[in-house]
């Protein structure tokens, strides 16, 4: 089964601070491409990759990255895990929208939620998108029999499960069916 083709969907507005300068309200589905883009580049650009090498790296086309860093593409959440796997950064530092200060309240309805396709698999973050961090919490819902496959994260990386509702067979590594 392939990576799940992953789109933002849209909540309620979330405060201002994303670099955009007119009076609307924040729209993570109209805005995300652009916060993508000069995220991407700053943190590219940070490491002294080029294009080139940073989608060789990574293992997607250099016309993909040129795509997504001009705001032109919103790119899977496939897609900008390679890309933070292959920069080392946590996949929030990809979206973060700002950098947010002190106790932050963060409404349910603010969260970015993203889908499949189909709706069977979602991923809401349990944090804002304000910058690099070390750890992140997401809230996964998977439809009854529904299998996801999901790319390796960084070497390192250490995941917990709370399974709140249901049962969830998990494999990982040389496991996978």
Do not use: C
Not at 32 to 56: D, T
Not at 79 to 97: D, E, M, N, R, Y
Not at 145 to 165: F, I, K, P, S
Request: aromatic fraction near 6%; proline fraction near 7%; charged fraction near 25%.
């Amino acid at each position: 089964m392939s990576e799940p083709d992953l789109a933002p969907t849209t909540g309620r507005p979330a405060p201002r601070g994303t670099g955009s300068e007119s009076s609307q309200p924040f729209d993570p589905a109209i805005d995300l491409p652009l916060i993508v883009g000069r995220n991407l580049r700053r943190l590219r650009v940070r490491q002294g990759y080029s294009l080139e090498r940073l989608a060789k790296h990574a293992g997607v086309s250099r016309a993909m990255l040129g795509q997504i860093e001009s705001g032109k593409s919103t790119p899977t959440i496939g897609l900008l895990w390679k890309v933070a796997t292959a920069l080392g950064v946590p996949f929030a530092s990809l979206i973060a929208a700002e950098d947010v200060r002190g106790t932050l309240l963060f409404r349910r309805a603010d969260a970015k939620l993203l889908s499949s396709n189909q709706g069977r698999f979602t991923s809401r973050a349990l944090f804002p998108f304000d910058g690099e961090r070390k750890v992140e919490f997401y809230e996964l819902r998977l439809a009854p029999l529904h299998r996801e496959n999901a790319e390796a994260h960084a070497a390192g990386t250490r995941e917990n499960v709370v399974v709140a509702r249901g049962t969830v067979e998990i494999a990982s590594g040389t496991d996978r069916p």
